[in-house]
């Protein structure tokens, strides 16, 4: 490394290190929280913490009643640490609100191998024990719990479609945003809390993800609380947005249009104070948006809030490990210790998982202690019960005319001209108009909606557009139910959201381009294949593609196309 390299990373380190020093200085100036409110959330927090390494690590011995031994640990150690107390973090704030202020609010996570810690909230919950009534909130149940868990015949490492709540698998990164907002379209009510894991936002699709700000509106949508959660590090290397300065960082949202909030950290009684401040600020603004725009009409895009939360690497994890840094690193990405057996091993994990004080958290039999239990919601108002994240629940029909009414009368052969595609336009307008008052209907394009010859549809609604609109355009209106963005990853992941929600809509694309998101679709199937299989998954509105043009004929278009 250069002299000027090195001078330059040095400066870098001290503002980095600098911003996460000041949010600290002033939360020990204002406690936002009291005593016993701060105590609940650190126990609840601590006891999501407990399950969630209890998972990644354990066969036997839940609660530590025993001294740790080697086979009390599984075999073959699986799973991903480093993101999940962050997430435990949120999930315990968002809670808080959740319940204060009667929110309806569902969870969406980039990282979607931090499957430990939606699966630990949904057991603090209850709702895990509702669905699976073999794991139990006793000592037994959270055996089974632990077991199961990356386990054979047991349950995936990430958040699947086995984990109550849960719409977003995040097995390939890129899509939370485009989730979360097809999710929040034609839901007034809802907020949808994103995490995305700054891993996550190095990718294109994610990217373009934030822009889909441009297309809410208050007045008729819920809201998208996004929570860009910067812990440093990707399997083995840095993540660019946690090491570039906080200034700069702030100007890239606020470029997007957002307003960002920033919680930073390590010291979690102060990560508290800071997260409990700002997540009243950001549920407040959200529900001032809301106010302003149904009472007043549309008034232009709004700054959405969004939280910007800088946290250690495997937070609460020891800090080094073999004399080999661990906690605020990459080492703990996925499992700190995967080698069981190497000296001392078993100790260190007794040790950590000890540190969360079970005996605290937890009472004889293994059930949460009821007063901590307390600070979770109740009912649907779980995140891990909302309806919104089972939409066959909230599916309803729609209005249908009849087909053959659009069929092209042919009274002999080569007697009549027709375009296949514009005679669905027609089919496509017409169900348009007849579900307008339920909204429960939307039509997807990457900007390609004339082309297919669609553009009836036009005639009953517009293109949605919440950024600024010119006298000379065509068809955009903040109320519009067509989706148009240049990006077949976003028409896709607005579409998913919209559907797993309980929705119907369709999809136009060019045969040539629709191969962009082939893994999104394949993922998406591999979700509904798993659905199947689980009785209280509700079968939700199919996802339909109109495909036009050829792969390999596009003589016209340099074979570009």
Known sequence: MTATSKE????????????????????????????????????YWRASNYLSVGQIYLFDNPLLKQPLKREHVKPRLVGHWGTTPGLNFIYVHLNRVIKRDNLNMIYVIGPGHGGPALVAHAYLEG????????????????????????????????VAPETPGSIHEGGELGYALSHAYGAAFDNPELIVACVVGDGEAETGPLATGWHSNKFLNPVRDGAVLPILHLNGYKIANPCFLA???????TKLFEGYGYKPYFVEGHEPELMHQQMAAVMDEATAEIQRIWSDARSK????????????????????CPAE??????????????????????????????????SYRPDELFDADGKIKPEIAALAPTGQRRMSDNPHANGGLLLRDLKMPDFRDYAVK???PGAVDAESTRHMGTFLRDVMKLNLDTSNFRVFSPDE?????????????????????????????PDGRVMEVLSEHQCQGWLEGYLLT?????????????????????????????????????????????????????????LSH
């Open 502 to 558: 309980g929705r119907h809509g369709f999809f136009s694309c060019y045969e040539a381009f629709i191969h962009i998101i082939d893994s999104m679709f394949n993922q998406h199937a591999k979700w509904l294949k798993t659905c199947n299989h689980i009785p209280w998954r509700r079968p939700i509105g199919s996802l339909n593609y109109l495909l036009s043009s050829h792969v390999w004929r596009q003589d016209h278009n340099g």
């Open 410 to 412: 042919v009274t002999k």
């Open 243 to 249: 090491r570039i300065p906080k200034d700069e960082l």
């Open 449 to 477: 909606n004339n082309s297919n010859r669609w553009q009836d549809v036009l005639e009953v609604t517009n293109r949605c557009y919440v950024a600024d609109i010119l006298p000379e355009d065509d068809h955009l209106s």
């Open 297 to 316: 009409g549309f008034q232009g895009r709004p700054a959405w809030p969004m939280i910007v939360l800088r946290s250690p690497k495997g937070w609460t």
């Open 8 to 43: 330059s990373a040095k400066k870098l380190s001290k503002e980095i290190s600098r911003d996460s020093d000041a949010p600290q200085k002033s939360a020990r100036q204002t406690s936002h929280l009291g005593a016993e409110e701060l105590r609940t959330l650190d126990a």
């Open 127 to 158: 709702t895990y024990s509702e669905f699976y009534p073999n794991i139990g909130q006793d000592e037994e149940g959270m055996k089974r719990l632990f077991t199961q868990f990356s386990f054979p015949g047991g349950i995936p490492s990430h």
């Open 321 to 354: 490990i073999d004399g080999k840094k661990a906690e605020d690193y990459w080492r703990s990405h996925q499992v700190p210790m995967g080698n069981m057996d190497a000296p001392g091993h078993v100790k260190i994990l007794e040790d950590w998982m000890k």
